[in-house]
């Protein structure tokens, strides 16, 4: 795991350094595909395995979640103890909304995101399905259960405190990113790319 780590920082410095439009775009698949690999071990880690040690594991969860912007009391509460929990019911946090729950939003987002071979049968936007999922999930963790259900098609439960929880985790991942931009060298124009070039990467990734 520590290669991935090394592999993603020695991509982001290099960014600083090669200027030629194939590097930058090599650096994004290599960059993209570590970051990727740090979001599975966080999966795995946040299902109890790996490491036994439950400090450790919520030490090196928040660590990789953050490299791909995942609050991991958010991915705990929809992935672990909803989806798995309740895996193709109502009550699933994955499901596709049912008519009766439809909104603008909900319209809109599986129009954009999801396959549909009557309107958008080679929909290239489920590849980056990843991004808009954890902000979209992310931002309802914030919301009262009546608007969240606007934008989400099974609210999940969160307990309480949870909140201030995720809020939390947003400044661990903050603080991981400025960490990213400090092997930058403080170069916006080099970091915003990057972060968003692995960022789209790594969903494409873990779609295909």
Same mark, same amino acid.
């Given at each position: 795991?520590?290669?991935?780590?090394?592999?993603?920082?020695?991509?982001?410095?290099?960014?600083?350094?090669?200027?030629?439009?194939?590097?930058?775009?090599?650096?994004? +698949?290599?960059?993209?595909?570590?970051?990727?690999?740090?979001?599975?071990?966080?999966?795995?880690?946040?299902?109890?395995?790996? +490491?036994?040690?439950?400090?450790?594991?919520?030490?090196?969860?928040?660590?990789?979640?953050?490299?791909?912007?995942?609050?991991?009391?958010?991915?705990?509460?929809?992935?672990?103890?909803?989806?798995?929990?309740?895996?193709?019911?109502?009550?699933?946090?994955?499901?596709?909304?049912?008519?009766?729950?439809?909104?603008?939003?909900?319209?809109?987002?599986?129009?954009?995101?999801?396959?549909?071979?009557?309107?958008?049968?080679?929909?290239?936007?489920?590849?980056?399905?990843? +991004?808009?999922?954890?902000?979209?999930?992310?931002?309802?963790?914030?919301?009262?259960?009546?608007?969240?259900?606007?934008?989400?098609?099974?609210?999940?439960?969160?307990?309480?405190?949870?909140?201030?929880?995720?809020?939390?985790?947003?400044?661990?991942?903050?603080?991981?990113?400025?960490?990213?931009?400090?092997?930058?060298?403080?170069?916006?124009?080099?970091?915003?790319?990057?972060?968003?070039?692995?960022?789209?990467?790594?969903?494409?990734? +873990?779609?295909?």
């Amino acid at each position: 795991m520590l290669i991935h780590v090394g592999i993603a920082c020695l991509s982001f410095y290099l960014s600083n350094q090669w200027n030629a439009w194939w590097q930058i775009i090599l650096l994004f +698949v290599v960059a993209g595909h570590s970051l990727t690999c740090m979001g599975f071990v966080a999966h795995e880690l946040s299902h109890g395995m790996i +490491v036994k040690s439950k400090k450790w594991t919520a030490i090196l969860e928040r660590l990789f979640w953050s490299t791909v912007f995942v609050s991991p009391t958010m991915w705990r509460r929809t992935h672990n103890s909803t989806h798995h929990m309740h895996y193709s019911t109502i009550l699933d946090s994955d499901r596709m909304f049912v008519e009766e729950e439809a909104t603008k939003f909900k319209k809109w987002y599986a129009l954009l995101f999801y396959p549909n071979a009557e309107i958008f049968p080679w929909n290239p936007l489920v590849f980056l399905y990843q +991004v808009p999922y954890f902000t979209r999930n992310t931002i309802a963790a914030f919301l009262p259960g009546k608007i969240a259900k606007k934008f989400v098609p099974s609210v999940p439960r969160y307990r309480s405190g949870d909140a201030w929880r995720v809020f939390r985790d947003i400044l661990i991942i903050l603080v991981v990113q400025f960490a990213f931009l400090a092997i930058c060298q403080f170069n916006w124009t080099v970091y915003l790319p990057m972060m968003i070039g692995t960022q789209l990467t790594s969903s494409v990734i +873990v779609m295909a």
